[in-house]
């Protein structure tokens, strides 16, 4: 396994945190502000509807495999611009009012939005081709640190302080945070030699011949259990009773910070029992400690027990992205790395919208008891394809 310097994964980490601290304030934080200042429920999908960058990111992401200023690094090029389009981006979103400038917010919050997803293809592309094969897994257990920790800040800390700091402090407090890993790539030095890409835009084709069909099986089996669970916590802790704020503190400050230790040592997992026994065990652990939310779902409403109830789902769900993510870097191509992780990722992403779309609606039709109890179903089915697949396509560290 190749050593990295400690600045390498501080890198890493710092630019997967800082793409999620401004687009989960946005998506997360900015629904509850514009909702305690009187907004309609349906005007509010609008903010929702930012995400949509993030579904079809693939189809920019030949672009970013494709085209760079190579002297100044491939991917880092793409970065330098990116983080700087963020940091701007956030600074003038401060400068105009949310109640007399909505639309012009909006519009500025849906750039934010292509800048952030864009962002994640070029970091996807620089982590793909500067991890090797057995330091993969370490790679994505700090890829999923820092998404949660960008998440973490973005949705839990800067709301918590939003009223001391108000619209504008909140904004250049972001831009702060993204202007650091701009810093970080300064001082970075990305290898030149590396493959150049010929494919572009018939990647986007090439790449369902180019990988097994029991991979994609799995790729869409995966997230709908966990997606399902995951999507009716929200309105499960508001239908309890629990304010924005509680929910936030709940899920954010006191579950989260656990998710984060819990994907680090997925990483360290990976590396002692292998890529296919850790996604088995952790989907294995998902399908059963996913039914601690049956708790709350019974009307349990004490704030410790939820507490726990939160804690241990983050502790089982947070790790097993880290191996998929690992997983998904190794059907990728040298020549089109950023092109290959980011299809798999929108897939993921567009399966998971699908699912939390249509787990709220089974709830509300046949109540959360019975949505947690089909959860964890899919997920002893999406254990099943993984413990066969392991004999037609093996989830092992290509060689």
């Given at each position: 396994?190749?050593?990295?310097?400690?600045?390498?994964?501080?890198?890493?980490?710092?630019?997967?945190?800082?793409?999620?601290?401004?687009?989960?304030?946005?998506?997360?934080?900015?629904?509850?502000?514009?909702?305690?200042?009187?907004?309609?429920?349906?005007?509010?999908?609008?903010?929702?509807?930012?995400?949509?960058?993030?579904?079809?990111?693939?189809?920019?992401?030949?672009?970013?495999?494709?085209?760079?200023?190579?002297?100044?690094?491939?991917?880092?090029?793409?970065?330098?611009?990116?983080?700087?389009?963020?940091?701007?981006?956030?600074?003038?979103?401060?400068?105009?009012?949310?109640?007399?400038?909505?639309?012009?917010?909006?519009?500025?919050?849906?750039?934010?939005?292509?800048?952030?997803?864009?962002?994640?293809?070029?970091?996807?592309?620089?982590?793909?081709?500067?991890?090797?094969?057995?330091?993969?897994?370490?790679?994505?257990?700090?890829?999923?640190?820092?998404?949660?920790?960008g998440s973490l800040v973005g949705s839990g800390l800067v709301l918590s302080i939003y009223p001391t700091l108000g619209w504008l402090g909140s904004m250049l407090l972001m831009a702060g945070l993204t202007s650091f890993s701009w810093f970080q790539l300064l001082w970075y030095k990305e290898a030149t030699e590396q493959v150049r890409p010929i494919m572009g835009y018939k990647r986007l084709l090439s790449f369902w011949r180019y990988v097994s069909k029991p991979w994609l099986v799995l790729l869409f089996l995966y997230p709908i259990g966990g997606g399902m669970a995951y999507a009716i916590i929200n309105p499960m802790l508001v239908d309890l009773g629990w304010s924005l704020s509680s929910i936030g503190t709940?899920?954010?400050?006191?579950?989260?910070?656990?998710?984060?230790?819990?994907?680090?040592?997925?990483?360290?997992?990976?590396?002692?029992?292998?890529?296919?026994?850790?996604?088995?065990?952790?989907?294995?652990?998902?399908?059963?400690?996913?039914?601690?939310?049956?708790?709350?779902?019974?009307?349990?409403?004490?704030?410790?027990?939820?507490?726990?109830?939160?804690?241990?789902?983050?502790?089982?769900?947070?790790?097993?992205?880290?191996?998929?993510?690992?997983?998904?870097?190794?059907?990728?191509?040298?020549?089109?790395?950023?092109?290959?992780?980011?299809?798999?990722?929108?897939?993921?992403?567009?399966?998971?919208?699908?699912?939390?779309?249509?787990?709220?609606?089974?709830?509300?039709?046949?109540?959360?008891?019975?949505?947690?109890?089909?959860?964890?179903?899919?997920?002893?089915?999406?254990?099943?394809?993984?413990?066969?697949?392991?004999?037609?396509?093996?989830?092992?560290?290509?060689?």
């Amino acid at each position: 396994m190749t050593t990295y310097k400690r600045s390498t994964w501080s890198l890493l980490f710092s630019l997967y945190a800082t793409q999620y601290v401004g687009i989960s304030f946005l998506l997360v934080a900015l629904v509850a502000i514009l909702r305690s200042q009187g907004m309609p429920l349906e005007k509010l999908s609008i903010v929702y509807s930012l995400g949509i960058f993030w579904v079809f990111k693939f189809l920019w992401a030949p672009l970013i495999d494709r085209f760079s200023l190579r002297r100044f690094g491939h991917y880092r090029t793409w970065l330098l611009i990116l983080q700087a389009a963020m940091m701007i981006n956030l600074i003038i979103l401060g400068f105009y009012d949310l109640s007399t400038d909505f639309v012009l917010v909006m519009s500025l919050c849906a750039t934010f939005s292509f800048f952030s997803a864009t962002q994640d293809v070029a970091v996807d592309g620089l982590a793909c081709r500067l991890l090797d094969v057995d330091s993969r897994g370490v790679g994505n257990g700090i890829q999923q640190a820092g998404t949660m920790f960008g998440s973490l800040v973005g949705s839990g800390l800067v709301l918590s302080i939003y009223p001391t700091l108000g619209w504008l402090g909140s904004m250049l407090l972001m831009a702060g945070l993204t202007s650091f890993s701009w810093f970080q790539l300064l001082w970075y030095k990305e290898a030149t030699e590396q493959v150049r890409p010929i494919m572009g835009y018939k990647r986007l084709l090439s790449f369902w011949r180019y990988v097994s069909k029991p991979w994609l099986v799995l790729l869409f089996l995966y997230p709908i259990g966990g997606g399902m669970a995951y999507a009716i916590i929200n309105p499960m802790l508001v239908d309890l009773g629990w304010s924005l704020s509680s929910i936030g503190t709940a899920i954010y400050l006191v579950a989260t910070p656990f998710g984060i230790v819990s994907a680090l040592i997925a990483g360290k997992l990976i590396q002692l029992v292998g890529r296919r026994n850790a996604l088995l065990g952790l989907m294995s652990a998902q399908a059963l400690f996913l039914l601690v939310l049956l708790i709350p779902a019974y009307g349990v409403n004490e704030t410790l027990p939820v507490y726990a109830c939160l804690i241990t789902y983050y502790i089982v769900h947070s790790p097993i992205p880290a191996v998929l993510f690992t997983l998904m870097m190794d059907q990728t191509d040298p020549k089109t790395p950023a092109t290959d992780f980011t299809i798999q990722a929108s897939t993921l992403m567009l399966i998971g919208i699908i699912t939390s779309g249509a787990s709220t609606a089974l709830a509300g039709a046949f109540g959360y008891i019975a949505v947690i109890w089909m959860a964890s179903a899919m997920c002893v089915v999406a254990f099943i394809g993984v413990w066969f697949l392991g004999t037609t396509h093996r989830l092992t560290a290509p060689t």
